[in-house]
C-alpha cells in the first residue's frame, strides 16, 4: 500500500550559512556600526544581541531574508519578545523541528474531514498516511499545502 510521511524538517547547516551570513551583514552595514550587534547559535536557539530594540528588529528581518534565500520557512522560527536592560538588548529564536502533538492532531483530523480514503497516524513527531491509491495520497498532500497551519510541512518516505 502506498505510504508517505508528513514532517517537519529544518536543513539545520542551512541555519548555520544563513546566520553566517547575516553577521557578515551586521558587520558591513553602517547603522550597526559600533553597536556590539551579533548572533549567537546553539543547536536550535539563536540569541540576537545589540544595543537596543530597534536594532534588534533590524537583526530579526536580516536574519529572516537570508533564512529565506536558502530556502527554509521562516515558519518554523518561534520569536520571543526582547529582552531590554540598560546597555543591552537580547531576543532568542528558536527553530522547530518536528510536529507537535496538537499540531498533529489537527493534520490527522484535516485528513479525515477531507473525506478522503486513505487512513493517518501520528508516530512520534511526523504522521504517516497511507492509502489504497497513489491518487488520494497526491490529494492529501494537496490539501495540507493548502491548509494553514503552525509549522510548514514536508512531505518524504513515499512508497508506492
Known sequence: MPTFDVVSEVKMHEVSNAVDQAKKEIVNRFDFKGSNAEFEQKDNLLIMKAKNDYLLEQMLTILKSKLCKRDIDIA?????????????????????????????????????????????????????????????????????????LEVPVQFNNFHD
Request: glycine share 4%.
Open 76 to 148: 518554523c522560527l518561534k520569536v520571543t519578545d526582547p529582552k531590554v536592560l540598560v546597555h543591552e538588548a537580547r531576543q532568542e529564536v528558536t527553530v522547530q523541528q518536528g510536529i507537535e502533538q496538537d499540531v498533529s492532531k489537527k493534520i490527522v483530523k484535516l485528513i479525515k474531514d477531507s473525506k478522503i480514503k486513505v487512513q493517518a497516524s501520528i508516530q512520534g513527531e511526523k504522521v504517516r498516511v497511507t492509502g489504497k491509491k497513489k491518487d488520494d495520497l497526491q490529494q492529501v498532500m494537496s490539501a495540507l499545502r493548502e491548509a494553514e
